[in-house]
Each structure stands twice: as C-alpha cells, then as structure tokens.
C-alpha cells in the first residue's frame, strides 16, 4: 500500500517499507547520527523479517516530498502489541480490554526494540523544517483517525521534539534511564578519580577480578568480526531472550547485514577464556554517543557483565572521544558505575476521550513520582562532589 495527500506544497506518502527510498535520501534528513535511525537499520529490520505481521510490527513510513525531493521522513509502524518498545503500556492494554475496548491496533513511531533518544520527525537541512514536522505530524494523526487505532505514540524523542508535541496537545510521558556523559578524561583511571573512594575501589575489584579469571578482550567493528563470530554472538542472544521469557526478534541475518551495510556503527565486544569465546556485548556506535544493546554469557563469570557491557564501554568512549554512552533500559546498578539518572520523554495521543482523560491524570501522579525517582538517584551519584557529579550527568 502507497497512499499520498497533499499537505500545503508537500506531498506525504505512507510506505509498507523503505524500499522506494534510498540510503542517502534517508539519511541525509537527520538519521545518519543516529544508527538506530538509519536506513540501513531500518530496511535490515524489513528485508530480514525482525518487523512485520509475525512480530507485530507493520510499517507505515511517512514520506514528505516537496515536487520529486524527499525532504522530511517519520519512522511508523502499526502495532498489534506492546512488544519491543521499552515505554510500557500494558495496563492501558489491559484496562482497554476490561472495557470492552481494542487497545490494540496503535501507531507508534520508534526503531524497533532500541529504547534509544533521536529524532522521530526527520527532515532535511535547508528547507522549512518546521513546516515538514507539522506535515509530518499531522499525516500521522489523520493516519490514525483513518484506521480507528486507539492512539499515536512517539516513543523517545528528544527534549524539544516531545515538547513541541506536547504543546499539540499530546500527553508527555517521563522515563528514567542511566546514562554516562564523557567529561574529558584522559583515561579510565583518571576517570574513576572523579568516584568518592569506596566506588572506586569498588570498580577497581570487578575489573581485578575479570582479568583474574583470564578473560580478555577484543573489540571489533562490525566488518572485522567473522561470520563465526556472529553466529557465536547471536546463540548467545536468543540464548539470553528465552532465558528471560523473550522472543530474540532479531535474525542472524539482521546483525550479519547491518555489519556490512554500516559496519562503522556496530561494535562487538567479545570475551575469551584463553582460545575460547565465552561472551560478547553487541553496541551501536552514532555521532556522538555509544548504545549498548545486547549481551550474552556462555557460563557464569563473576563481574564479566559489567565489564563487557558497561567498563569496556567506557574505555571505548574515552579512547574515541565519545560524548555520550547510553547502555540500554533500566538499571540501578548501573548508578555505582558512573551512569546518572537522565530522563527520557515520549508523547501520546488517545483517541477515546474518557480514556485520554484518565490517562492524563495518570501521567500526572507517574510523573510527579518520577521526578522524585530521579532527584533519589542522582543523590547517590558515585562521583566526588556535586560539582563532579554534575560534570557527567
């Protein structure tokens, strides 16, 4: 299905994939910072069947073009379930079914399974993007008043993307996730300079006791890791998926193509026991920050989580002057190691007005709540000082 509606002098097509576009027209809207955003992430979702009806997810790209110029593009995809998109909205589900009503099928504009901030509402340099995001915008409202889902939601976005929303009249909804900002380090060690002493000497004794077991570390852009390799990672991440009661959505197929499509954005850390592997951290490398995505373990290794999820991280940051290091969803533990409570937003709209009013009034209470839940976190900052502290916050 290709539909178009005119929308002042721009022309929005809604796409069941990206095929009709190319790497460049996407990219150059905006994406090409993010890799989770990228075209080449995107499609390989498609082409590999990780979205789609068996999973739920069914894309409904919007594309903005002014005469034969795509100049604005939003990631969208009609939703049969809640699965993979890390801003949880399952007792709205449920209280939709106690209802009598369908909660399910939505609309949501995210990259698939990636609880990652970027831009949603994509357009191009050099023209009138506040005009490509209300055209954006507003395709994608009226898309979901023509298919009578029961809501939109733009799942995180940055700061002022959620906010001009919520100035639409969209609901703002808060997360929280742990997040590690580069203040100049010169190293790791200088880094844990920055911790009060019993954090330090905390890391200290994880990363001791790693190296102790004689495990050691290659890290790998995405063409240099062999086609074993990744067989041998992705074992290890169904592995973790189903350990956990979840569905690994994503293909051997999928990390093998990205790998070559845009192997400067995939990192693997992989882990050895002498000649044997036994673990590997799966990252995406953007612009300015790194994105910790999956990782699995073939045996129990004390403290190699942390290392190779989160030290390892760290190492690559400071080595490659990365501003920024988000390693995923949730994750207190995560606070002891350097990463600060940083919120995250997304926007909603609901369609049935009695729910969108108890909904409101829910976001209210969670919020407020949430405040205080970020506020409690930063409190137990690691690092030395508040001046310190808010230095990597």
């Not at 959620?162 to 609901?171: C, D, F, I, K």
């Amino acid at each position: 299905m290709d539909s178009t509606a005119a929308t002042a002098d721009l022309r929005i097509v809604i796409a069941d994939d990206l095929g009709g576009v190319t790497a460049p027209q996407w990219n150059a809207l905006g994406a090409a910072p993010y890799p989770f955003l990228r075209y080449e992430f995107l499609r390989a979702l498609e082409i590999e069947g990780c979205v789609g009806e068996r999973f739920g997810w069914l894309p409904r790209h919007l594309l903005a073009y002014a005469g034969t110029q795509l100049v604005g593009a939003a990631p969208l995809y009609l939703k049969l379930n809640s699965y993979g998109e890390f801003v949880f909205d399952w007792s709205w589900a449920d209280a939709y079914r106690r209802a009598g009503l369908a909660y399910y099928p939505k609309l949501v504009s995210a990259a698939p399974y990636t609880p990652a901030t970027g831009p949603k509402l994509l357009a191009a340099e050099g023209i009138d993007r506040s005009a490509v995001r209300r055209a954006l915008a507003d395709a994608a409202l009226a898309l979901a008043q023509d298919l009578g889902v029961s809501s939109l939601h733009w799942l995180f976005g940055p700061e002022e993307e959620t906010e001009w929303l919520v100035e639409r009249g969209y609901l703002r909804r808060t997360g929280c996730q742990f997040h590690w900002t580069n203040a100049g380090w010169a190293d790791f060690d200088q880094f844990l300079e920055a911790f009060s002493a019993e954090k330090r000497k905390k890391v200290k004794r994880e990363r001791r006791r790693v190296a102790e077991q004689g495990i050691r570390f290659r890290v790998l852009r995405g063409d240099d890791v062999s086609a074993e390799e990744w067989r041998f990672f992705h074992a290890l991440y169904a592995d973790t998926f189903h350990r956990r009661g979840g569905v690994p959505t994503l293909s051997l197929g999928f990390f093998e193509r990205i790998a070559q499509a845009m192997p400067e954005s995939v990192l693997l850390v992989l882990a050895t026991n002498g000649q044997e592997p036994v673990a590997a951290a799966f990252s995406l490398v953007g612009a300015q920050t790194l994105y910790g995505r999956h990782w699995g373990c073939r045996d129990t290794y004390h403290s190699l989580h942390f290392e190779a999820c989160y030290y390892q991280g760290i190492d690559y940051c400071l080595a490659t002057g990365l501003a920024r290091f988000e390693p995923g969803a949730q994750g207190e533990h995560k606070l002891s190691r350097g990463f600060l409570p940083t919120p995250t937003g997304s926007a909603h709209w609901i369609a049935e007005p009695r729910f969108a009013e108890a909904i409101a009034r829910f976001l209210t209470l969670e919020g407020e709540a949430m405040q205080d839940y970020l506020a409690q976190m930063a409190a137990h900052s690691p690092y030395k000082g508040t001046e310190t502290g808010a230095a990597a916050a």
